[in-house]
């Protein structure tokens, strides 16, 4: 026991010892560091303090370079703006030199301009004098002058005012007309090259349609199977198609008469069924006749789909797809309505082009201006008003719909499209070989015509030539005058302009002839 207390009496000693002699050795590491530390930071004061000097000179260098520069830019600008100051006074003195010559010559002008007034007024005074006297010799002449003519200068003046308007109105007409002829030749010179262009671009087609329909047969013993006993199936047919059927001695032919081209297919595609099935009773027929009714609704919306894809119109309501499907089996004055309709289409839309204006828009119009004559019941309305309320029916564009309603001038027109549908369904209708017209109707217009132009005074006789395109008028030339014939070819196309419906234009020609004969006895 008392060895183990003195052995750690002992360690307890050994280890206070070490830790006095740990803390004496490292109190003299500490200070020998601490002396290398000062050394070391004098060194880096010193430095420093080198740097900064150095750092010092060169900024002030810098500063005194700056103000030598500065000083130099300044003393030029001064030099600049002092030369400023001399050329200024310089241009001064110069319009004060000006100013003072002007102001001399202004003198000198005045005193001219007085002597110059002084000269006026008394030419005035003369003047004057000499008008006082000129107004009584004119008194006095005027005084002669009715005198001798047995007039008043009232009257006098009432006649040759009268006189004076005669004249000034035969010349003002024709001057008028040939303001017109000459603004027709120069306006109409781009409109002609335009108007051939959409033309020759556009290919016409002649499509002449009738009103009845050779139905043909294999033999004439099939006649006797579509009459049937007592003629009652050729009785259906007529009840279920609305056509007559003409059965008559033409060899191996019937013949379906109806004004209705759509009419008309119904019956001929019917019968075409029942003669290849050989089944031909009432009830056979009205199956038929319904089911071909059915597929040629299909057929005539796929015609106008086809119809409005070709042209590149798009966005139609399906009514007015299914009523361009049923131009196709419409006529107008034999030509067929659906051809005349995309014609019209294709020259509306490259007249627009080259006008620089819509062409798709114009083609929309031009395509639908007809739809009115393809009505679903019959109105009373005219084709353009009609078709211009369906298609402001079915949300078409208020130009279109004012292009349609006024092709025939039965609305104002209000867009620029609309004298360009007109102009383009006129030249369809008008080309040759588009349109037929019956015989009687055509007499009728070439009469209308001789009539119009022979109810003027002095006209002795009148002939409609060209098929209708020129109308000329013979006066008689001590009623009428040179002047008045022009007037009257004039008010004679302006009266036909309004009062007549025609397809392309009407010449006027009138002709005076003035003969001077003698016998020689």
Request: hydrophobic share 40%; glycine share 6%; net charge neutral.
């Amino acid at each position: 026991m008392d060895s183990t207390i003195i052995y750690i009496i002992i360690g307890v000693a050994a280890l206070v010892v070490g830790v006095i002699l740990g803390k004496i050795i490292f109190a003299k590491n500490t200070e020998k560091q601490l002396q290398e530390a000062e050394i070391q930071a004098q060194k880096i004061i010193a430095e420093s303090q080198l740097k900064a000097d150095t750092y010092k000179k060169e900024r002030e260098l810098e500063a005194k370079e700056r103000f030598v520069q500065l000083k130099a830019d300044h003393e030029r600008e001064v030099l600049q703006r002092t030369q400023k100051v001399v050329e200024s006074e310089n241009r001064i003195k110069q319009k004060e030199q000006s100013l003072n010559s002007k102001e001399g010559n202004l003198e000198k002008q005045l005193k001219e301009n007085d002597a110059i007034k002084e000269n006026l007024n008394k030419q005035i005074e003369v003047v004057s004098i000499k008008r006082t006297e000129l107004e009584k010799h004119q008194e006095e002449h005027i005084r002669r002058l009715e005198k001798v003519a047995g007039l008043s200068a009232e009257d006098a003046k009432t006649q040759l005012i009268e006189s004076l308007k005669q004249e000034a109105h035969s010349k003002a007409l024709v001057l008028q007309q040939e303001i017109i002829e000459e603004a027709k030749q120069k306006a109409s010179k781009e409109a002609r090259k335009i108007v051939i262009q959409t033309i020759q671009r556009t290919a016409a087609e002649t499509a002449i349609e009738n009103s009845i329909t050779v139905f043909n047969l294999e033999s004439d013993e099939i006649k006797g199977s579509i009459i049937g006993r007592e003629g009652r199936n050729i009785r259906a047919i007529e009840a279920a198609t609305g056509v007559d059927l003409i059965v008559d001695d033409t060899p191996e032919a019937i013949v379906l008469s109806s004004f209705d081209p759509l009419r008309r297919e119904v019956a001929r595609l019917s019968l075409q069924r029942l003669v290849s099935d050989g089944r031909i009773h009432p009830a056979r027929i009205e199956e038929v006749v319904e089911k071909t009714k059915r597929q040629l609704d299909d057929q005539v919306m796929e015609i106008g789909e086809r119809t409005v894809i070709e042209l590149g119109v798009h966005g139609l309501h399906k009514e007015l797809v299914r009523m361009v499907g049923r131009m196709r089996f419409r006529s107008s004055y034999g030509q067929n309505l659906l051809m005349h309709s995309r014609e019209t289409a294709n020259l509306c839309g490259i007249m627009a082009a080259e006008l620089g204006m819509n062409p798709k828009l114009a083609k929309r119009a031009g395509l639908l201006h007809d739809i009115g004559k393809v009505p679903d019941e019959e109105t009373e309305l005219s084709h353009a008003l009609l078709g211009a309320k369906l298609a402001e029916k079915y949300g078409e564009n208020p130009a279109v719909v004012n292009a349609i309603g006024a092709h025939h001038d039965e609305m104002e027109m209000q867009y620029v499209i609309s004298p360009i549908i007109q102009a383009c369904d006129a030249i369809s209708g008008a080309r040759p070989g588009a349109r037929r017209e019956i015989m009687q109707q055509y007499i009728q217009r070439i009469k209308d015509l001789e009539n119009m132009a022979m109810a003027y005074n002095g006209v002795e006789k009148a002939y409609a030539i060209q098929a209708g395109r020129e109308l000329r008028v013979i006066v008689e030339a001590e009623k009428v005058t040179d002047s008045d014939s022009d007037k009257l070819s004039f008010e004679i196309a302006q009266k036909i302009q309004t009062e007549m419906t025609f397809p392309g234009q009407i010449k006027v020609t009138v002709i005076r002839e003035k003969r001077a004969i003698n016998i020689a006895r």
